[in-house]
T-cell receptor, first 117, second 115 residues
């Protein structure tokens, strides 16, 4: 099946710094990518929808100036957590939509665990 | 708006027991997809099944089986003869439309299989 990668797989940073997370579709072109956040022992919550070449659409309650999303190519979307704080510590998971088949299929990346000290 | 409910927060069984994980969903769309994912401690989501709203056939894959009932808006998942390796958090999810939209996840059910 299709593969979606995320980099880094884990990151520890100091409060106030910015962290960039990459999501890549390795063998298909993803016109749409989704970013989810998962706090410990909780479910996955959609943060934003990223469409190639256009601005991301953020879910209610997600600060677009804090979570910058760039979908500059059909295989890469990045999420930048700006001025990270301990409450941003979470597991961030992306998914990429492959529209090439008879039905759209979404593939999830392995996730990035962010710890802000 | 769409919603997925997994009422069982945690289930503990002994190896070789059968276990059923419940999932109830809400949607106004007539076209939608339902999913089950497994999340082991590593965190990576493991895809188990996708079912569209027009296909109510039950499915069996090895020790796994799924029961989809539109009449009760349920999509339950049964593991037969559970094994310790089945221990994980299981998520049921819904995507409205033709697969282009994001998934809405249930709160998950943590399954512990004791040896």
């Amino acid at each position: 099946g299709a593969v979606v990668s995320q980099h880094p797989s884990w990151v520890i940073c100091k409060s106030g710094t910015s962290v960039k997370i990459e999501c890549r579709s390795l063998d298909f072109q993803a016109t749409t990518m989704f970013w989810y956040r998962q706090f410990p022992k909780q479910s996955l919550m959609l943060m934003a929808t990223s469409n190639e070449g256009s601005k991301a659409t953020y879910e209610q309650g997600v600060e677009k100036d804090k979570f910058l999303i760039n979908h500059a190519s059909l295989t890469l979307s990045t999420l930048t957590v700006t001025s990270a704080h301990p409450e941003d510590s979470s597991f961030y998971i992306c998914s990429a939509r492959d529209p090439s088949g008879m039905t759209d299929t979404q593939y999830f990346g392995p996730g990035t665990r962010l710890t802000v000290l | 708006a769409q919603k997925v409910t997994q009422a069982q927060t945690e289930i503990s069984v002994v190896e070789k027991e059968d276990v059923t994980l419940d999932c109830v969903y809400e949607t106004r769309d007539t076209t939608y997809y339902l999913f089950w994912y497994k999340q082991p401690p590593s965190g990576e989501l493991v895809f188990l099944i996708r079912r569209n709203s027009f296909d109510e056939q039950n499915e069996i894959s090895g020790r796994y089986s799924w029961n989809f009932q539109k009449s009760t808006s349920s999509f339950n998942f049964t593991i037969t003869a559970s094994q310790v390796v089945d221990s994980a958090v299981y998520f049921c999810a819904l995507s409205e439309g033709t697969g282009r939209r994001a998934l809405t996840f249930g709160s998950g059910t943590r399954l512990q299989v004791q040896p």
